[in-house]
């Protein structure tokens, strides 16, 4: 990887991007250049009004998709590793930056064996073939743990425009995967989506800072969108926020617009969350001019297809 001293940034758009963002001192609200579904009904598990209601909202939920035993399995293993103090001076580790405790853990699918056979799920992966239309591979997994009275939140933003200009993904033909391994409540600071919002792309304004992921994952500044764009989609759209129980799922389009307020209930919420790209949707050099960010945050080097083959 090249170190980011000698990498220049860039001042203008590449030739070769399609949705240039940073660049500009205001902001631009455009329609989105790919197509949000990929696959067809009969070619996977999706009905062909389920395939209609994500192409027009962003999103698909399911209640219990998987088992109360699996859903065991899977929250014992994010206590234990909640429990493990070495894990907290990993770089793959992501701290509160008021209360010390642990935010985020990156890429559990290839250094926990548990929750490796959690996102190579066969229900999991056979749905983001679907919606991809192609084999996929894991760009990005990650336990959030958003704890009872303290869990802080994550400001509104498209993981596309991210993943975008700091990865170097070329289009819209991602989907994310946010595992319920806890109750999703009204109250405890859910997932909240903009349906309709994954239509439009809005860049962002500020130069993206050299290792801006180091300060990003804690608390993100740069590339968030600004206020007026925000008030107008959800005026537009309005805001849907999905609940369910442990062991629901909710899959979202890579560019829809989503966040979640802080958990001050006693009720914690841990969830999993997976990012399913795919494999003729791979990165190239980021759009930003910078060096990629680290490969446990985005994957760059392992496309194997995702299956239970390798769970």
Same mark, same amino acid.
């Given at each position: 990887?090249?170190?980011?001293?000698?990498?220049?940034?860039?001042?203008?758009?590449?030739?070769?991007?399609?949705?240039?963002?940073?660049?500009?001192?205001?902001?631009?609200?455009?329609?989105?250049? =790919?197509?949000?579904?990929?696959?067809?009904?009969?070619?996977?598990?999706?009905?062909?009004?389920?395939?209609?209601?994500?192409?027009?909202?962003?999103?698909?939920?399911?209640?219990?998709?998987?088992?109360?035993?699996?859903?065991?399995?899977?929250?014992?293993?994010?206590?234990?590793?909640?429990? =493990?103090?070495?894990?907290?001076?990993?770089?793959?580790?992501?701290?509160?930056?008021?209360?010390?405790?642990?935010?985020?853990?990156?890429?559990?699918?290839?250094?926990?064996?548990?929750?490796?056979?959690?996102?190579?799920?066969?229900?999991?992966?056979?749905?983001?073939?679907?919606?991809?239309?192609?084999?996929?591979?894991?760009?990005?997994?990650?336990?959030?743990?958003?704890?009872?009275?303290?869990?802080?939140?994550?400001?509104?933003?498209?993981?596309?425009?991210?993943?975008?200009?700091?990865?170097?993904?070329?289009?819209?033909?991602?989907?994310?995967?946010?595992?319920?391994?806890?109750?999703?409540?009204?109250?405890?600071?859910?997932?909240?989506?903009?349906?309709?919002?994954?239509?439009?792309?809005?860049?962002?304004?500020?130069?993206?800072?050299?290792?801006?992921?180091?300060?990003?994952?804690?608390?993100?500044?740069?590339?968030?969108?600004?206020?007026?764009?925000?008030?107008?989609?959800?005026?537009?759209?309005?805001?849907?926020?999905?609940?369910?129980?442990?062991?629901?799922?909710?899959?979202?389009?890579?560019?829809?617009?989503?966040?979640?307020?802080?958990?001050?209930?006693?009720?914690?919420?841990?969830?999993?969350?997976?990012?399913?790209?795919?494999?003729?949707?791979?990165?190239?050099?980021?759009?930003?001019?910078?060096?990629?960010?680290?490969?446990?945050?985005?994957?760059?080097? =392992?496309?194997?297809?995702?299956?239970?083959?390798?769970?």
């Amino acid at each position: 990887m090249m170190s980011t001293a000698t990498v220049p940034i860039l001042q203008r758009p590449r030739s070769d991007d399609r949705y240039p963002s940073r660049f500009e001192p205001h902001v631009r609200v455009s329609n989105r250049l =790919d197509p949000v579904v990929h696959g067809q009904p009969g070619a996977g598990p999706l009905t062909a009004s389920q395939l209609h209601f994500y192409e027009d909202n962003g999103y698909l939920g399911f209640d219990e998709l998987l088992s109360a035993s699996e859903v065991s399995s899977y929250l014992e293993e994010l206590d234990r590793l909640r429990a =493990d103090a070495s894990l907290r001076q990993h770089d793959t580790a992501v701290i509160e930056p008021e209360s010390g405790e642990l935010r985020s853990l990156f890429a559990v699918h290839s250094s926990s064996v548990v929750l490796a056979s959690l996102c190579h799920h066969p229900k999991l992966v056979e749905i983001a073939k679907q919606l991809l239309g192609s084999e996929v591979y894991i760009h990005q997994s990650r336990i959030n743990y958003k704890g009872g009275f303290r869990g802080k939140e994550f400001y509104w933003h498209s993981d596309f425009e991210t993943w975008h200009v700091e990865d170097g993904v070329p289009a819209m033909r991602m989907v994310s995967c946010s595992i319920s391994l806890t109750p999703n409540t009204p109250h405890n600071g859910p997932l909240m989506l903009i349906p309709g919002s994954h239509q439009r792309y809005v860049t962002c304004v500020g130069a993206t800072p050299e290792d801006h992921y180091k300060a990003s994952l804690r608390k993100q500044e740069v590339g968030v969108p600004d206020e007026a764009s925000l008030t107008r989609m959800v005026s537009e759209f309005g805001i849907a926020a999905p609940i369910g129980p442990a062991g629901s799922v909710t899959f979202f389009e890579c560019n829809v617009m989503h966040g979640s307020n802080s958990n001050i209930t006693p009720m914690p919420r841990s969830n999993v969350f997976v990012v399913y790209n795919s494999v003729l949707n791979k990165p190239v050099a980021p759009f930003c001019g910078l060096a990629p960010r680290p490969n446990y945050i985005a994957e760059r080097l =392992d496309f194997t297809p995702a299956g239970p083959r390798r769970g």
